[in-house]
């Protein structure tokens, strides 16, 4: 039983290139979540989806994209890297509704150049 | 801007010492979490406290949810250094499934 799974664990970016963060988890939970964490910030929160096939905006969505692609997986965008997105992602799910105990994948130290 | 304010922002205390933090909102949560992140490492849950007045405990932790549901705490009696981490506090916002995060208090413990 592996949880949450993030892909890639660490990542180095060029100004303006894209990439993908992949999550996966295998608990059958109906939420997931992307949080990005910053010194000092705490845990600020991208974009998250409440059930397959919905998502919705965070706290800091700008610059981002997701997509619930099925139950277990849920993706998080960068189409043009900036160095303001230079940070840790982590990627958590809950069973929901109104049981948001979070567990959360190992994290993705993404810097951009 | 986040909801939950959470001071201290640091905290070094000696191995034997008590630690608390504490979570402060300016408007009235649903419930209120606590989570652990140790240094490298990902945040874990600890507990969930739902009820006005709530008082839990784990071990050397104890947990408590005031009164008006605007603030909460998270006690350590006689730290170890296995305490050593970031404590988070995190609100979640009703239906909305969507879970808020504190700034985090983070603890060292010198043996």
């Known amino acids: 039983n592996a949880g949450v799974t993030q892909t890639p664990k660490f990542q180095v970016l060029k100004t303006g290139q894209s990439m993908t963060l992949q999550c996966a988890q295998d608990m059958n939970h109906n939420s997931m979540y992307w949080y990005r964490q910053d010194p000092g910030m705490g845990l600020r929160l991208i974009y998250y989806?409440?059930?397959?096939?919905?998502?919705d905006k965070g706290e800091v969505p700008n610059g981002y994209n997701v997509s619930r692609l099925n139950k277990r997986e849920f993706s998080l965008r960068l189409e043009s890297a900036a160095p303001s997105q230079t940070s840790v992602y982590f990627c958590?799910?809950?069973?929901?509704?109104?049981?948001?105990?979070?567990?959360f994948g190992s994290g993705t130290q993404l810097s951009v150049l | 801007g986040q909801q939950v304010m959470q001071i201290p922002q640091y905290q070094h205390v000696q191995e034997g010492e008590d630690f608390t933090t504490y979570c402060n909102s300016s408007t009235t949560l649903s419930n209120i979490q606590w989570y652990k992140q140790r240094p490298g490492g990902h945040p874990v849950f600890l507990i969930q406290?739902?009820?006005?007045?709530e008082v839990k405990k784990q071990k050397r932790l104890t947990f408590q949810f005031g009164e008006a549901k605007k603030n909460s705490s998270l006690h350590i009696t006689a730290t170890q250094t296995t305490d050593v981490g970031t404590y988070f506090c995190?609100?979640?916002?009703?239906?909305?499934?969507?879970?808020?995060f504190g700034t985090g208090t983070k603890l060292q413990v010198i043996p």
């Open positions: 995190a609100e979640h916002s009703g239906g909305y499934q969507k879970v808020t």
């Open positions: 406290l739902v009820k006005s007045g």
């Open positions: 989806s409440a059930s397959e096939g919905t998502t």
């Open positions: 958590a799910s809950s069973e929901g509704p109104y049981n948001e105990k979070l567990f």
